[in-house]
């Protein structure tokens, strides 16, 4: 069974970190493209970033920029997301997918093929 796990959520103060995780099993992350997404309530889903499996270049909206950065961990058949600066707008349920076709900011909320069921992260004081 194909699958995608994503942890590292909770509570946060402005200004702090977190590092979320994003665990396959029953398939390969590095074969795949992996895209983080995000939906705050009452509002749609943002992709934030994502990395192909091909090109080691990392992609990320302009709302995370410079805050999050995501990276691979292909021996733990994981993908991270390291997020600092918390703000409040961060707020939101985080969702991991992938797809084996490579993706973009632009082009990542078309389609991926498999998804996780998402992590909370609330950024309050």
């Known amino acids: 069974q194909l699958q995608l796990v994503e942890s590292g959520g909770g509570l946060v103060q402005p200004g702090g970190s977190l590092r979320l995780s994003c665990t396959a099993s029953g398939f390969t992350l590095d074969n795949y493209a992996i895209g983080w997404f995000r939906q705050a309530p009452g509002k749609e889903r943002e992709g934030i970033s994502c990395?192909?499996?091909?090109?080691?270049?990392?992609y990320y909206a302009d709302s995370v920029k410079g805050r999050f950065t995501i990276a691979r961990d292909n021996a733990k058949n994981t993908v991270y997301l390291q997020m600092n600066s918390l703000k409040f707008e961060d707020t939101a349920v985080y969702y991991c997918a992938a797809d084996p076709h490579p993706v973009t900011i632009a082009t990542m909320d078309y389609g991926m093929d498999y998804w996780g069921k998402g992590t909370l992260v609330t950024v309050s004081s």
């Open positions: 990395i192909n499996s091909s090109d080691p270049i990392p």
